[in-house]
């Protein structure tokens, strides 16, 4: 129903090509050659009915029960879109003379701030196509339900995993103090880059899926090392008696 927090796996394809362009499971990503750079291929949290996936996705979770599967056909309207002509142009291939890496069809290129992708080369052309790559297509899910949480401290973990995936949640350490939720961070993420924003966004998930809960706070501590920690010399003996006598 809406508002469970599910965890889901899927493989999704081009159903005019049967090409894989998304998995949440790792073996069918190395099989299809799909990577990822800075995650991993692992079940999908999904609170159902936040439109965190495709709205055809969503939808077709509720109801479902924990390893239930389903194929889902999802029409270009309802996915990426219907393709439109008016975005694919063409242009002097001497626009890209200062383009990093080769100029091929199906490279990806920025043109006056818009991403799209080369769809011929020739006779000092260049047609770019700045459509979704997948507008156009009938897309083709097949869905498992892989778990349900409930639990407000896993849902909680799930909420931070899914904003900081790099952090390792068996790090972290969670409070719930009446209407405050408090989290110690591990000291390897306190630099890493987009912390600030991922905080404010795990505040507002926090706020937004726990009516009690008020206040959020993040801990960070920094412990002296044991080099800082050593203690003072101690003055020479001579010094010190002569301190004394003066």
Request: charge should be neutral.
């Amino acid at each position: 129903m809406k508002g469970d927090f599910v965890l889901i796996d899927f493989v999704a394809k081009v159903k005019e090509t049967d090409e894989v362009f998304d998995t949440t499971i790792e073996e069918e990503a190395v099989k299809s050659g799909l990577q990822k750079e800075d995650s991993k291929f692992e079940p999908l949290l999904v609170v159902v009915g936040e439109r965190w996936v495709l709205r055809s996705l969503d939808d077709a979770i509720i109801g479902m029960n924990v390893n239930d599967s389903k194929t889902i056909e999802v029409l270009p309207q309802d996915g990426f879109g219907l393709r439109d002509p008016s975005k694919v142009r063409l242009m002097a291939l001497r626009r890209f003379r200062n383009h990093q890496g080769p100029i091929v069809p199906g490279a990806r290129v920025e043109v006056d701030g818009r991403v799209g992708f080369i769809r011929t080369v020739g006779a000092g052309r260049v047609q770019v196509d700045f459509n979704p790559p997948l507008a156009g297509r009938t897309l083709v899910y097949d869905l498992t339900v892989k778990k349900r949480i409930t639990r407000r401290k896993e849902k909680t973990l799930s909420l931070v995993h899914r904003r900081m995936p790099t952090v390792d949640v068996k790090k972290l350490e969670i409070n719930f103090k009446n209407t405050m939720v408090e989290f110690k961070l591990p000291e390897e993420i306190y630099y890493a880059q987009g912390l600030q924003y991922a905080k404010r966004g795990l505040a507002s998930d926090i706020q937004k899926f726990f009516d009690k809960i008020d206040v959020i706070s993040f801990v960070e501590e920094f412990r002296k090392t044991e080099s800082e920690a050593k203690p003072l010399e101690e003055e020479p003996k001579q010094e010190a008696e002569k301190e004394d006598n003066q």
